[in-house]
């Protein structure tokens, strides 16, 4: 146990030294400034996942309607993950695919951004979801792992994390939001 413990420590820090890299703090800045411009402008964040990349977009999108570490005011931040009326009602009447394309359809408008987490970035329902949004204008967002799947080319923005575990990708994924929503706050701390 104790050689395992240690083996996953030393996982994650080559995970985080190649995260230190210009590459990476590029695209989380990228990533950070879209979040903060669609807020800005007075549009949302629409945030999807599936398993742990779905508690992943629940909690972005609380840190956002909450705060993450300073005051500021509420923003306009939705995990499409959350209600299961329509989760199940659209997995049932359409598919599992169409489960956040459909929410899209329904809430979404031009100037609104989409952020959708997937640790393999071959997700279906995130594919579609990518396609709807950029069908309506809706700029897109791509959380990855692994070597970024489908989803690497289909967002307008995306960020694949260096890992290929799905735990390591998580970790990674979570510390980016963080970094995001600090800037997020520092961005509306006046607002």
């Known amino acids: 146990m104790k050689e395992y413990i240690k083996d996953v420590i030393d996982e994650k820090k080559i995970c985080l030294e190649k995260m230190q890299s210009d590459y ?15 807020l800005k402008a007075g549009h949302k964040l629409l945030i999807a996942g599936n398993g742990g990349s779905a508690a992943d977009a629940q909690h972005f999108a609380a840190e956002l309607v909450g705060r993450f570490e300073t005051e500021r005011r509420g923003l306009p931040a939705i995990a499409l993950t959350t209600d299961t009326s329509i989760l199940t009602s659209v997995a049932n009447d359409y598919s ?3 489960i956040f394309s459909r929410q899209l359809e329904a809430i979404s408008q031009e100037g609104d951004a989409f952020i959708g987490i997937s640790t393999s970035g071959n997700s279906e329902n995130i594919i579609k979801s990518v396609s709807l949004a950029r069908d309506k204008g809706i700029f897109t967002i791509g959380l990855l792992g692994k070597d970024g799947g489908k989803l690497c080319e289909a967002c307008d923005l995306s960020l694949i994390v260096p890992a290929d575990k799905t735990a390591r990708i998580q970790e990674l994924h979570e510390m980016c939001i963080h970094i995001i929503c600090s800037f997020v706050d520092q961005a509306f701390k006046e607002y």
């Open 24 to 38: 990476y703090i590029e695209k989380i800045v990228q990533i950070s400034e879209s979040v903060i411009n669609t």
């Open 96 to 98: 599992f695919g169409n």
